[in-house]
């Protein structure tokens, strides 16, 4: 549509009635909710059975609003629809998931989201991290060029255990240590100047661990940017890769103008500001939520673009 057909469209719904504009409001939320289950058919054709891997299934009827599939493998005979292997499988209420990604969208807070969905605080919770699965997942994200890579911390956090064991619980999620790096969880962040980025979260992060990582996701080809540490350095020496270290004691921020690691610092100031909107995040959950704001870095992913992102990972082609 032209943006001059669109405000003209805006002049004329701003003179209809409240109880209209509340009428075709609910409408073209109701529309945009129905695609939820449209996208989850037509996303992406799927010829293997999820279960066996068969590529002969057959239609077999609906099944809660979805289409149903039955593998003809004398073997397995087993029925699935769209979302069966999925990271969405198994839940419930398709009708709110684009109301509840909008919110994720806005990086709202779990009860906040709870409460503009309707729907119940668990709920929310068990949600976000099945949207984010695919994601958390496929971080093996290839780079080029100049990559640029240095390591972050965030406090340790026990969210959601009833017993801590090996330390002393903080009152009401207090403040770890600052001195004290057994309170820190590390993460290693590579990033290269297209934006794109991988992430490792190790608490024990070491040599072996930093060149198991990098190895398949940096191109040979690359220059390698990084501060001092001597992982680095060995590994750019083990795959013959250009090597550039910024070492801060010898006020050594930039070599000719281009080889720093400000972008990937930067980024690290960022997910650090977006992250502290969560009031602290529990350490098994903060995979979920590198991989959510790597999403933000590259582009600001639609209702239906998240949707696609969260079938297709497992996802094959279906018959028509």
Same mark, same amino acid.
């Given at each position: ?17 409240? +109880? ?73 209420? $398709? ?8 919110? !994720? ?27 984010? !699965? ?33 330390? $002393? ?51 040979? +080809? ?27 004691? +010898? ?42 704001? $790597? ?14 992102? =969260?079938?297709? =990972?497992?996802?094959?082609? !279906?018959?028509?």
């Amino acid at each position: 549509m032209k943006k001059a057909d669109l405000n003209a469209l805006e002049k004329t719904l701003a003179h209809l009635p409240v +109880d209209l504009k509340q009428r075709l409001a609910n409408q073209l939320l109701g529309q945009i909710n129905a695609q939820a289950q449209t996208l989850l058919e037509t996303a992406k054709s799927r010829h293997l059975c999820p279960h066996c891997g068969h590529e002969h299934v057959v239609k077999w009827g609906h099944s809660g609003g979805l289409q149903r599939y039955r593998c003809q493998s004398l073997t397995c005979q087993k029925t699935f629809n769209a979302v069966t292997g999925t990271s969405l499988a198994k839940l419930h209420h $398709r009708n709110k998931w684009f109301d509840y990604l909008r919110c !994720m969208r806005d990086s709202l807070t779990l009860r906040v989201s709870a409460f503009r969905v309707g729907i119940d605080l668990k709920t929310a919770f068990r949600w976000r991290h099945r949207f984010l !699965m695919a994601s958390a997942n496929a971080n093996a994200n290839a780079l080029s060029g100049i990559v640029e890579v240095d390591e972050t911390f965030f406090a340790e956090s026990c969210k959601g255990k009833r017993n801590i064991t090996h330390r $002393r619980s903080r009152k009401r999620g207090g403040q770890s240590n600052r001195k004290h790096k057994g309170d820190k969880i590390p993460v290693l962040i590579a990033r290269d100047r297209n934006g794109n980025i991988s992430d490792l979260m190790d608490p024990a992060l070491n040599k072996t661990t930093v060149h198991a990582f990098l190895t398949p996701i940096i191109n040979r +080809d690359s220059i390698l940017c990084s501060d001092g540490h001597s992982w680095y350095k060995t590994f750019s020496k083990s795959q013959g890769i250009a090597h550039h270290r910024l070492i801060t004691l +010898d006020n050594q921020r930039v070599i000719g103008k281009e080889y720093h690691i400000q972008n990937v610092n930067s980024y690290m100031s960022r997910l650090k500001g977006w992250i502290a909107r969560f009031n602290g995040v529990g350490t098994a959950y903060l995979p979920s939520y590198l991989a959510w704001r $790597r999403l933000f870095e590259c582009a600001q992913p639609t209702e239906e673009a998240w949707l696609r992102i =969260a079938i297709g =990972a497992n996802q094959q082609s !279906m018959p028509t």
